[in-house]
């Protein structure tokens, strides 16, 4: 009895493992029934691949066509008819599927994923005044008494072409990479060509996220001016620069944090920031680049924002504040403090509507597209001819409605102005042989626009803008500037 009994565990575990066994070999068929399977279909693409190019590719001198087999009973008319709507219907996916293989397929030498993005512009325009520049103006000039003021046009030179990267994760940082260049770099030197524009970086990163913590060294706006207003009209600048939106891309390299709260619908957030402020030559275009006041400084401009949001879709809320302290160096061992203060705001009307727009008050500020294009002004120190410089005073900023009229159409309204002191240009020492936009000291825009999208990748953009420019002297200067924009986004 006792043998009997001890026996029955013995069994009990052969009879599992005959069963692990045969879940094993039923696995392993179904397996290999999967591997023929895929053989099958990967034989049924390459003859849809050859059939394909049999299609597409005409037959060359010398040479016989290759011709896919067709069963005997398609020799006749309805069945040969029907053969070729099956090989048309079979064309048909192996496209579909070659289009959504090459979506992902963008080869790196890393090995990691790339996409590649873009945005073909283009942009035509009637320009009602005199401008700075006929394709993207930002001041309105002095009317011309020898010749039209007024201009037509179209161009496509604020198309942008970008790549977009996902690196490895190094140190529990997940890396990525992004780059964006466009062809506002300046116009070729040959007259039948000048229209098509060169090719120049417009933005870049390469960023390192934590969970809390984000590093990045890019070529792109300062981190105290992140929003701009909606418009396909003014890309290759964006809408308002130069009329209250600081907007110039430059190195820099910025730290941010996110404190975690109890609300996960709530973000609080600080950012710090190295800048290399550049001199602008905001009138001509240089090809070689020269040590600028900031950079002779031998130091970089000193960036800060703190930021509070609220909701992570496209309706959050969102406040932040930020400054700026540089210092730049000019010939004769001349040196001028320059800052900024700023806020900057995003708030939600229900899910149709939103208000956004920023301020800032500070000195020196042309660099980063404020302060009438100028970061100093000269003086005359008391009965002496010597001279002594200053950082200008200037303070700007801008503001946008935007109300969602359906899925598909936006309408945007916006405003923005940037000032400069007019007592201190007009009490300091004229310049000499500038561009005239130099000899301003207000620039206001006015912009109304609608974007169209019938399809994610479709644009369609009319757009209406008021340039109101005031020189140091005189009266206002005004241009009416209407462009219809055709967009195509991949």
Known sequence: MKAQ???????SVSQQLEKLAAALRATQQRVEQSQQQIQQMQAEIDRLRELLAAKETPPQ????????????????????????????????????????QQQTKVESSSRFPVRLTGLVLFNSFVNQGTVDQIDLPSSALLPSTTSSNTSTGASLRQTILGLEGTGPVLGGAQTSARVSMDF???????????????????????????????????????????????????????????????????????????????????????????LDTQTLNAASNVTLRATGAGEASGQPSYETRLAYSSSKNEHHFELGIGGLYGRQNYKGNQRVDTWATTADWRVPFGHR????????????????????????????????????????????????????????????????????SGNELRNSVPLSGASPIFFYTRNRSIVGNLIFRPWSSIILSPEYRR????????????????????????
Request: avoid cysteine; charge should be negative.
């Open 184 to 274: 506002f770099g300046g116009v070729t030197g040959s007259a039948t060509s000048g229209p098509a524009g060169t090719v120049r970086l417009r933005t870049a990163a390469i960023t390192a996220s934590w969970a809390r913590d984000t590093l990045e060294a890019n070529y792109d706006t300062p981190l105290i001016s992140p929003l701009s207003p909606d418009s396909f009209a003014t890309v290759a600048q964006p809408s308002l620069a130069w009329s209250g939106n600081l907007w110039t891309w430059a190195p820099q390299f910025m730290w941010k944090h996110s404190f975690g709260l109890e609300n996960t619908n709530r973000a609080l957030s600080f950012q710090l920031g190295l």
């Open 353 to 420: 509507l939103h208000l956004s727009g920023e301020l800032y008050r500070g000195r020196g500020l042309g660099d980063l597209g404020g302060g009438a294009y100028r970061n100093t002004v000269t003086y005359n120190f008391p009965n002496s001819t010597a001279t002594y410089l200053r950082a200008l005073n200037a303070e700007g900023g801008w503001l946008e409605w935007s109300y969602k009229l359906s899925s598909t159409l936006n309408a945007n309204a916006s405003i923005g102005q940037d000032s400069a």
């Open 5 to 11: 009994t001890e026996s029955h565990p013995d069994g």
């Open 61 to 100: 001198q010398g040479t016989v066509a290759v011709t896919p087999v067709v069963p005997a009973a398609a020799a006749g008319g309805v069945e040969d008819s029907a053969a070729k709507s099956a090989d048309a219907e079979d064309i048909d996916i192996l496209k579909s599927a070659s289009a959504q």
């Open 467 to 490: 340039l109101q420019s005031w020189p140091i002297l005189g009266g206002v200067n005004t241009a009416n500037i209407y462009t219809l924009t055709f967009g195509y986004q991949f």
